[in-house]
């Protein structure tokens, strides 16, 4: 069967933008107040009643807004980590950086009782340092898979010591607050989340993408992709610091949502069964994943709603056993 590769990209590229807003319209209807597709749609168009204008516009499209881009963010982020590491287990929430933004937004909150804008600013400020300080200890004439894992995981226990420490020294009430935005959650996500993580979507994933080639080449080996004309360590930092960024800005936003970032780049790559980074389809899978995550948690426990990270968290520690027996049953590990 002959076919047009672009007129077939085109309408893959179609079907995927209906589904997305078909899913936006259903999850933004739906709710202790239920909307149709057609209501939400008319209050979107600026012709719903002043109540349904305030639970569209100011609560529930900001929620799933949110949660599309930082799932986007988060799988994107942890299919350049499993690209550079070359290791399924290399994701960014096991290798410190999650760790690393929660240790800077706990430092604004126990020690200066910061609001909730600085306690962004210093989860990706964490973040940053974290990815400046595994790099470096991870670098031996550049930044090799294993090592890079390795560097992470020591990183991640000592942070996590860190966090632990800052919970003991923190008051009842900063405590409290420190908890919940460990957990990770959407509740309350409102205009001032969504405006400065597509800011960022819109800067570094066109960034990452026009990395693409390079990334696909540094998975055959450094020496290969210096053969074929790659600046290796260049496009290293580079990927690395965009990813770094996705992370934190994704943490400062929601807190850290654990296994999005581990989970989103297999399940694609298995979806796609093409070989290479799969950065679109991991950054697609990454919302998807969220997004469902949060559905879960508002509407399958009854009246209680649970944090999203609840559910991430579950359902990514039942994937990671699985991961690691079947990459122990493969003997890559």
């Given at each position: 069967m002959r076919f047009h590769a672009r007129a077939v990209g085109a309408a893959l590229a179609i079907g995927v933008v209906a589904l997305a807003v078909a899913v936006l319209l259903v999850l933004v209807g739906s709710g202790d107040f239920p909307m149709t597709p057609?209501?939400?749609?008319?209050?979107?168009l600026g012709n719903g009643a002043m109540?349904?204008?305030?639970?569209?516009?100011?609560?529930?499209?900001?929620?799933?807004?949110?949660?599309?881009?930082?799932?986007?963010?988060?799988?994107?982020?942890?299919?350049?980590?499993?690209?550079?590491?070359?290791?399924?287990?290399?994701s960014p929430?096991?290798?410190g950086f999650g760790q690393g933004?929660?240790?800077?937004?706990?430092?604004?909150?126990?020690?200066?009782?910061?609001?909730?804008?600085?306690?962004?600013?210093?989860?990706?400020?964490?973040?940053?340092?974290?990815?400046?300080?595994v790099y470096l200890l991870a670098w031996k004439r550049g930044v090799h898979g294993y090592r890079l894992v390795l560097v992470g995981i020591?990183?991640?226990?000592?942070?996590?010591?860190?966090?632990?420490?800052?919970?003991?020294?923190?008051?009842?009430?900063?405590?409290?607050?420190?908890v919940l935005w460990i957990t990770g959650t959407l509740d309350g996500r409102g205009w001032e989340q969504v405006v400065p993580l597509a800011v960022a979507c819109l800067v570094l994933i066109p960034l990452v993408l026009g990395h693409g080639r390079?990334?696909?080449?540094?998975?055959?080996?450094?020496?290969?992709?210096y053969a074929l004309g790659v600046p290796v360590e260049r496009a290293r930092i580079v990927l690395i610091l965009c990813a770094?960024?996705?992370?934190?800005?994704?943490?400062s936003a929601a807190g850290p949502i654990t296994f999005?970032?581990?989970?989103?780049?297999?399940?694609?790559?298995?979806?796609?069964?093409?070989?290479?980074?799969?950065?679109?389809?991991?950054?697609?899978?990454?919302?998807?994943?969220?997004?469902?995550?949060?559905?879960?948690?508002?509407?399958?426990?009854?009246?209680?709603?649970?944090?999203?990270?609840?559910?991430?968290?579950?359902?990514?520690?039942?994937?990671?056993?699985?991961?690691?027996?079947?990459?122990r049953k493969a003997g890559r590990i």
């Open positions: 057609g209501d939400v749609v008319q209050t979107l109540a349904q204008e305030f639970i569209v516009i100011d609560l529930r499209l900001p929620r799933v807004l949110t949660a599309l881009l930082v799932g986007t963010a988060l799988g994107l982020s942890g299919a350049i980590f499993q690209s550079i590491s070359r290791n399924p287990l290399g929430d096991v290798l933004a929660t240790v800077g937004a706990l430092v604004v909150i126990v020690l200066f009782q910061g609001d909730s804008w600085a306690v962004a600013g210093g989860a990706l400020v964490g973040c940053l340092l974290t990815g400046v300080l020591g990183a991640a226990a000592m942070l996590t010591a860190v966090m632990q420490y800052l919970l003991t020294k923190a008051n009842l009430m900063d405590a409290t607050r420190a390079a990334l696909r080449m540094m998975e055959m080996g450094d020496d290969s992709a770094v960024l996705l992370m934190g800005v994704a943490t999005v970032a581990l989970s989103a780049p297999q399940l694609a790559r298995r979806l796609t069964g093409a070989p290479g980074p799969n950065l679109v389809p991991s950054a697609l899978m990454g919302a998807g994943l969220l997004v469902v995550a949060d559905w879960v948690a508002q509407s399958a426990f009854g009246e209680r709603q649970l944090p999203v990270g609840v559910v991430t968290g579950v359902v990514g520690g039942c994937y990671l056993l699985w991961l690691l027996v079947t990459e």
